[in-house]
């Protein structure tokens, strides 16, 4: 299997909606695309496929070590050979993977979050610079496309912390504001236990109204220079955001569940955006 095949793959079987922006790309940009998409799913399953945190440290400080090899001619892993290739051409630097990892490394290190500015801070790393370096695979002409990029990672972000609600908490971990629940009179035991409440729902309103804002804050940062390049983020956008509007319409209930769309639907969605351009 070749590395170029080994990314296909990867990315496919992840079923993510990220791959149906994928398909509307020229191949170059969805050559590079893949292939950095695939180095985020390798870092993130470490962390949620290994049960030992040990094992999973070692494994991240592993790929840290990939990245310095690989930008200094040396790839071994078969992601890093299918993305080594496009790193000078789409401007995606050492600092931007490493930034990553350390996002996945603030999963082995905390299972809580005080307040909203560390769960942003996390959000920058696993979803910020991810959504900075897909801008500049899709071709980014402006400085304010990166500020774009960045608060729509965050909305993103913000959306699979709502929909992962339960996921998480059964590997023991509460991404929600621990300050937040405090306000909301929700106990982090009620959520490790799946307790829903009108206290709950009240919670979750407020977490989906700060994701629908940065939602319209990021495009409200999108220039028109950079609108029709940008396109595959606003696929992917909009796949997630009616993702989230599934789960308002149905109350919340992601403590024992994991609401998705079909794969149809998600496909459907990124057609209908690239005819409609928005």
Not at 144 to 170: E, P
Request: aromatic residues 10%; neutral net charge.
């Amino acid at each position: 299997m070749t590395p170029e095949q080994y990314v296909q793959d990867k990315t496919a079987r992840s079923g993510s909606s990220f791959y149906y922006a994928f398909l509307f790309l020229p191949p170059p940009q969805r050559a590079a695309i893949t292939a950095f998409y695939a180095f985020c799913r390798e870092v993130d399953d470490v962390v949620d496929e290994v049960t030992d945190a040990g094992v999973a440290a070692t494994k991240l400080a592993w790929w840290r070590g990939q990245i310095v090899a690989s930008f200094g001619g040396q790839p071994s892993h078969p992601v890093m050979k299918a993305l080594m290739p496009h790193t000078a051409d789409y401007l995606i630097t050492p600092q931007h993977l490493l930034t990553v990892i350390d996002g996945c490394q603030m999963d082995l290190d905390q299972s809580r979050y005080l307040d909203f500015a560390g769960l942003a801070l996390y959000c920058h790393r696993v979803a910020g610079v991810v959504g900075e370096v897909a801008a500049n695979i899709f071709g980014r002409t402006a400085e304010t496309t990166t500020a774009y990029a960045h608060r729509l990672g965050l909305a993103m972000q913000l959306t699979n912390i709502i929909r992962d609600v339960g996921d998480d908490a059964r590997r023991g971990r509460i991404y929600l504001p621990m300050a937040e629940l405090k306000q909301f009179d929700v106990k982090a035991q009620e959520i490790l236990n799946r307790g829903y409440s009108e206290r709950f729902t009240a919670l979750m309103k407020f977490q989906a109204e700060r994701a629908h804002r940065a939602y319209d804050e990021a495009f409200a940062l999108l220039p028109d220079a950079d609108r029709c390049a940008q396109k595959p983020g606003v696929m992917m956008a909009n796949i997630y955001r009616t993702l989230l509007r599934e789960i308002e319409a149905d109350g919340f209930q992601v403590l024992h569940q994991r609401t998705s769309l079909t794969p149809l639907r998600k496909l459907w969605i990124a057609m209908r955006t690239n005819w409609r351009g928005r």
